[in-house]
């Protein structure tokens, strides 16, 4: 019952996704595929799996225990700190901070998982920012 639940609120996710996607206003400098083309496939993969939970449920799922289901609730403020924070911190920052959490609660000890977090923020930080030259969140300091 659980996974017909979460099936159906993925597909009102999914539906909202959408329509989100379809109020993108499209620049006059925009490529030939247009700006909701990435978002919309996302949006028909999300609905495809969710339709895939409603319709072939698990028949006795295994719900984490307190402490993992608290671990998952920590993450995902994490996800919601970075998105509050990216503006005034920064990408490189609030992306290395994000990463060195995620790498630490994934079995990494804490030096290991700082360094593996800068690697992380700098690695994406070349590729969108120096390579592609998209435009990313600027910090206090600058980049």
């Known amino acids: 019952m659980s996974d017909r639940i979460m099936g159906v609120i993925g597909l009102t996710l999914s539906g909202f996704y959408l329509w989100a996607a379809s109020i993108i206003p499209e620049s006059f400098m925009m490529d030939a595929i247009g700006p909701s083309t990435f978002p919309n496939i996302i949006a028909v993969i999300f609905g495809i799996c969710s339709i895939y939970f409603i319709a072939r449920p698990d028949p006795e799922p295994r719900w984490p225990a307190l402490n993992r289901?608290?671990?998952?609730?920590?993450?995902?403020?994490?996800?919601?700190?970075?998105?509050?924070?990216?503006?005034?911190?920064?990408?490189?920052?609030?992306?290395?901070?994000?990463?060195?959490?995620?790498?630490?609660?994934?079995?990494?000890?804490?030096?290991?998982?700082?360094?593996?977090?800068?690697?992380?923020?700098?690695?994406?930080?070349?590729?969108?920012?120096?390579?592609?030259?998209?435009?990313?969140?600027?910090?206090?300091?600058?980049f």
């Open 69 to 142: 289901l608290a671990e998952i609730g920590f993450t995902v403020l994490v996800c919601l700190l970075y998105a509050i924070w990216l503006p005034y911190l920064g990408f490189l920052i609030s992306t290395a901070l994000a990463a060195a959490y995620m790498s630490w609660r994934l079995g990494g000890k804490p030096l290991a998982s700082v360094m593996i977090g800068l690697g992380i923020s700098i690695g994406i930080y070349v590729c969108f920012k120096l390579v592609l030259g998209l435009s990313l969140a600027t910090g206090p300091l600058g």
